[in-house]
C-alpha cells in the first residue's frame, strides 16, 4: 500500500479516484483550483492543499487528473506554486488527463531539462466515467518507460482493478489508445442524437426506441448509457458535452498531424461545435439532439410515453436501427485505422475498446474480422449502401439532419467506386488505405 | 415570333419569363395556382387560364415552369384538367423545371404510351436568377431529339439571348447540366454563410470582409450575389432556402444512382437541412448563416459598420478565404467528376458553369487544368492542406464549426494519403477515381 499519494485535480472523475484511493486505506492530499470541492474532499477523509507545490510535498506518487494537458503544464511547471518545486526525489508521476499523444513526452522533456530525470513518469488516461473512478475499476491505459510503468502499478491497480492495461510503445502510447478510443466515444454520442432526434420527428415512441434499438444490432454503450438521460427530466450534468467536444479536438487534431482523413470524427466534430454555437457545452452531452431540432429540444423526452403503435413505431425505428449500423460500422473502421496508422498494435485496441464505453454492436461484431483478415460478415458494401439510402431518403422527406450517416453513406459510396462494392461490409475500411497498400491486410 | 406559347408556373422565375415573352411581342396565356399571380399576369399584357388543359388549348409552344417534376406530372397527366387533355397536335413543349435528371424521359415515355409521340419534347432547364429571367438572359440547357431543339429554338432564344445551350445525350442531358451546376451553386451558397458566420464570430467589420473576400482567390459567384443581402436588413425573399434544399436533394438523389460518393454536396444538403429545421426555410437563402451562428443570427448584419481596423481585420479574413479557397477547389472537384461520370462532355460542362451563378474563382482558375491534364498549379495537395489546417485549428479556438471546410479537408487528406500530397491541387480529384482508372487523365 502506498503510504501517500498526492492527487491534483478533484472535478467529476478525479473526486470519485481520489475518495476510492482514501477508502482502500491511502493517506491523500488533495489539490483543485475551485475550493469548496476541497473542503468536500476534507470530509471525505482527505487532507487538502492550497498550491501543487505544497500538495506534492513528500508524496512518493503524484497523479494528475486536472482537466487538459495545459492545466498540467500549469501545475508541474508554474514557477511561483509548480509540483516541480517540491517534487520529492525519485517520485512516480502519473498523468491521467487526457490529453494529446505529444504532451507526455513534452512533460519528459521539460522535467530532464529542470534536471529531474529521477521522475519516473508514466501516461495513464483513463476511461470508464465517474461510477467506475469511484469504486476503482477504471480503464485505465498505462504507458512509459517499463521501470515507470512497475513503479506505479500498485497505485493504478487500486484505480483500475482487472481493467489496467499496459500499452506499448513508451510515453504517449496510452493516450493514442484514448484517443482512438474517443473516435468512437464522440462520433457514438453525436449518433445518439442524430437517431434519437430522427426517430421523435418521425414522431416514435422514443420509450419504446430506445428499448427496440438497444436490443438490436445499431446499439453501442454510449446509445445505452445516454438514452435514460433523455428520456426524463434531468438536469444532472453526467458528462458535460464541453468534454467529449475537448476530446474530438485531440483527435481530429491527431489525425492532421498524422496526415490522416477521419471524416465521421471530423462531421463529429462540426456538429459538436454547433451545440457549442447554441449554448448547450455546460450542459450534459445527452442534450446535443437540441442541435438536430432546434425548435423543439425537448421533443425526445416530450415523446417519452406518446400513444403510438408498436407495429407503427417498429416500421420507423427499421429506419433508425439502419442508420446506427452503418455509421458504427464506418466509425469502426475509421477509428481502427487510425490506431493503425499511429503505430498502435490492433489486437490490443480492440480488446481494450470492446470493454469500454467506446464499444457498439457493429464494433464488437465486425473489428474482429478486419483483425484476421477474414471477412466473413454477409452484409455487402452495396447492401449496406442500400439501407443507408433508405433511410436518409425517409430523413429526407421531413429534411431531418443526418450530418453522420450522410458521411458515412460517402465513405460506403467511396468504397464501392473503388471496387469494393460485392465484397463483405468490412471492406469500408479500404477507404483509409494509403499509397503503400492496405492497413489490414486480407487473408486467404 | 412564334403566334402563341402557353406558360405554366408564374412563380419569381416564371413571371418573368413569360413578360419578357410578351414583352417581345408574343402571346402568352398563362396558368399558376395562385390567383392573385394570374391577375398580375393580365395586368403585364398577358392572357390568363384556369385549367393546364385550358391553358395548352391552341398553343404551338408550351412552357412548363413550375416548381417541381411532381408538379409538371401532375400539370401535364392529371385527368380532370392536364395539358395533355388539349394539347396541339405537333406541339412543341419545354421543360424548364429542374427535376432529377430521370424525369424528362419520364415524361417522354408517358405521352408515347398516351398516344402522344407527336409531341416535341425538350429538356430545357434554366439558370441565372430572376433579372436573367424578366430581360431574356437566362442561361438555358437545351437536350432532347434534334428536332425537338429545333423546333423549340426561337421560343428558348427570346428567354436566353446568346446564353442559350444545346446539350448532347438526349432528353435529360441538360438536367444533368443543372444538377452538376446546382452541386456548386449549393455549396457555394451554404459556404457563403459558413464563411461570413467566421468572419462576424471572429469580430471582424463585414463589410470590410465582404470588400476583401470578394476580390481574393476565395471568392464565388454565390458569395457575391448574396453578401448584399446580409449587410443590410433585407427580409425580401430573393430565393427561399426551400429552393437550393430542393436542388441539392436532386444531387445527392444523382450521386446516390450513380453510386458516387459527393462528400462536400452531403455536407451541405445537411447543414440545409439543418436551416429547414430551424424555421429558415421560407426565408432568402443568405440567412443560412442564423444555422452557424444559433444564438446571435444577427451578427453579420450588426457588424456590418463595426469599429475594427483594417490590418487586424485583414489578418483574421485571411484565415477565412483559405477555407473558401479550399472548399471550392474541392467542390469544383466534385461537381466535374459528376459530370464526367454521369457522361456529360467536361469542357461543355466548364464553359456553362463558368459563365453561369456556379462559377468560383477557384473553378475558373483551376478547372481547365483538369480537363487539359496540364497540372500547372503551383500550390501543392499538401499545401492547401497546411491552409485549411492553420484556418481550422483558428476556428476551432472558438468552437466555431466548420461543416463544409472540416469535410474539404477529409478530402485532401485522403488525396495525400493516396500519394497526391506533392502534386499540384487540383489532384484532390483523384480521390474520385474508381476501379476503372482516372476520371480526368493526366497529360504527360
Known sequence: MPEKIAFLGLGAMGFGMATNLIKKGVSVTGYDVWAPTLERFVSAGGSSATTPKETVKDAPFVVFMVATATQIMDAMFNEENGAILALAKGATVILCSTGPPEYTPAVRKLLNEKGRSDV???????????????????????????????????VLELMAGSNLFTIPGGLGAGTKVKMVHQVLAGIHICMTSEA????????????????????????????????????VEDKTVYSALTIIVKDIGIVTAGGRSAGFPLFLSSATEQVLAGGIMAGLGPIDDAQLVGVYLPKDPKLVLKLASASTTAEDD????????????????????????????VGLEPKQLYTIIAGAAGNSFMFKERTPQLLDGKWTSTKT????????????????????????????????????????????????????????????????
Open 120 to 154: 519516473f513518469l508514466v501516461d495513464a488516461p483513463v476511461s470508464g466515467g465517474t461510477i467506475r473512478a469511484a469504486n476503482g475499476t477504471l480503464t485505465i491505459l498505462a504507458a512509459g518507460e517499463e521501470s515507470a510503468v512497475e513503479k506505479a502499478r500498485e
Open 196 to 231: 434519437m432526434g430522427f426517430a421523435a420527428a418521425m414522431g416514435v415512441n422514443t420509450t419504446r426506441a430506445f428499448e427496440v434499438l438497444k436490443s438490436g444490432e445499431g446499439t453501442s454503450w454510449m446509445f445505452e448509457n445516454r438514452l435514460p438521460h433523455m428520456l
Open 314 to 341: 417498429e416500421k420507423k425505428l427499421k429506419f433508425v436501427a439502419q442508420l446506427m449500423k452503418g455509421v458504427h460500422l464506418a466509425a469502426a473502421a475509421e477509428a481502427m485505422s487510425l490506431g493503425v496508422k
Open 381 to 444: 458494401v452495396d447492401d449496406v449502401i442500400a439501407e443507408l439510402t433508405e433511410s436518409i431518403e425517409e430523413a429526407n422527406k421531413m429534411r431531418y439532419p443526418l450530418h453522420l450517416a450522410g458521411t458515412a453513406l460517402q465513405l460506403f459510396e467511396l468504397a464501392s467506386l473503388r471496387g469494393f462494392g460485392k465484397e463483405p461490409d468490412v471492406a469500408v475500411s479500404r477507404v483509409w488505405d494509403g499509397a503503400d497498400g492496405p492497413l489490414f491486410p486480407r487473408s486467404s
